[in-house]
């Protein structure tokens, strides 16, 4: 029997610190709180061992929250149940999130040791003012020490997150961001446009018509995004999806997997699953999560499939915010309907608008269209 392909995602919501403007699910814990956590986290992975001879597992990525502070006998204990359950492919991509300051020679080296050969480093200022501002506990030194162990220990895949239009923050400044991390290489470098959430202490500071003044103008985030492509792109990074660049064949195959409708399993506090037709997500309270872990499968076994009018959506938002587009005839294919009779109206009106261009089968935005997307996508909804 041919298995399906799964991406595996392990949610690990614990930080030494709640960056200021966070709205994901994290928090401070005790070293009992972390232990009784994946615990509970367990008993979850394991009520899905019936699905482990339907599936191939491609992807691992350990999340947060800040999975590096977590004892590393207790991801092993999870790596290793997983294997348990599942055959995982000979190349599979496996990543953890990690945070400066919190990585050691000793842990790097037992990263590799259970399989991890990613990381993903969340940076996101060479300017340690503007790590300040961001409520973040590190500073780029902490970083540099970080990136030259991992390079020590032998990681040869390794993403480093930036964020872009912070408070103050100038043209200027976040080009030497930009060259800064060049110089230093990575695999793959995430640049991401700071987003405003409620219920964070930036939005009571930034979330008012008076607070946005204290932001980048438009025109400068536009910049921003624009010379983010040009600086990357003459480094070799390719830009694959809105976000994000890499070098050749170091793309995230984890991410590249939910942008592509693939199939994956999100285990933990607050994780989003695709599986079998089916689109849940965990509960984001912890006395409700503990409940829910231990009957998880349960949970899912009940829930009915999502219709094709969904299902269609959310093919056209995923896809077109890769740069390689979507496949008209994949979309046929999967849905057994003419591309045109559902999409044909909006799809012409992008076209000679200059948002999306077609490419033989395949069907795009445009350098214009990126920069409204968001705007854009809303067309597509049925």
């Known amino acids: ?64 929250g800040t999975p590096s502070i977590t004892d590393v006998s207790q991801l092993e204990r999870i790596m290793e149940q997983l294997k348990e359950q599942y055959e995982f492919a000979e190349d599979a991509e496996i990543t953890i999130e990690c945070n400066p300051g ?30 300040k501002v961001l409520g973040r506990i590190h500073s780029y030194e902490d970083f540099l020490e ?32 930009l060259r800064t991390v060049v110089a230093l290489a990575p695999e793959h470098i995430s640049a991401y446009s700071l987003s405003i959430e409620e219920g964070t202490p930036f939005y009571e500071r930034y979330g008012s018509t008076k607070g946005r003044l204290l932001l980048p103008k438009e025109s400068e985030d536009r910049q921003m995004y624009r010379l983010t492509k040009e600086i990357l792109g003459e480094a070799g990074y390719r830009r694959y999806e809105i976000s994000n660049y890499a070098k050749k064949g170091k793309e995230c195959r984890h991410n590249i997997t939910y942008w592509n409708g693939g199939e994956y399993v ?25 409940e829910f872990a231990r009957n998880a499968y349960h949970h899912y076994k009940e829930l009915t499939p999502q219709d094709q009018k969904a299902t269609m959506e959310e093919f056209m938002f995923l896809g077109l915010r890769m740069m390689d587009g979507i496949s008209m005839r994949e979309f046929e294919e999967k849905f057994h309907v003419p591309f045109t009779e559902v999409y044909g109206t909006p799809v012409r009106r992008m076209v000679t608008q200059g948002y999306l261009e077609e490419d033989g089968n395949r069907l795009r935005f445009t350098d214009k269209g990126i920069d409204v997307s968001n705007q854009l996508l809303v067309e597509f909804l049925l």
């Open 1 to 64: 029997m041919t298995k399906t392909d799964l991406g595996i995602y392990v949610h690990i919501p614990f930080c030494v610190r709640k960056c200021d403007y966070c709205d994901f699910v994290s928090m401070v814990g005790s070293p009992d709180e972390q232990a009784y956590y994946i615990r509970v986290l367990k008993k979850e992975i394991r009520s899905f061992e019936a699905l482990g001879n339907l599936y191939l597992v491609r992807t691992v990525f350990f999340g947060g």
């Open 102 to 131: 919190t990585l050691t020679e000793e842990k790097l080296v037992r990263y590799k040791e259970m399989g991890i050969n990613r990381l993903s480093i969340g940076l996101q200022s060479t300017h340690n003012e503007e790590l």
């Open 146 to 177: 970080s990136y030259r162990l991992a390079r020590k220990v032998g990681f040869t895949n390794i993403n480093v997150d930036l964020m872009t239009a912070l408070p103050g923050q100038s043209v200027e400044a976040w080009e030497d961001v």
């Open 266 to 290: 999100g285990f933990g506090l607050g994780a989003s699953s695709y599986l079998g037709g089916k689109r849940f997500s965990n509960p984001r309270d912890k006395q409700e999560y503990w």
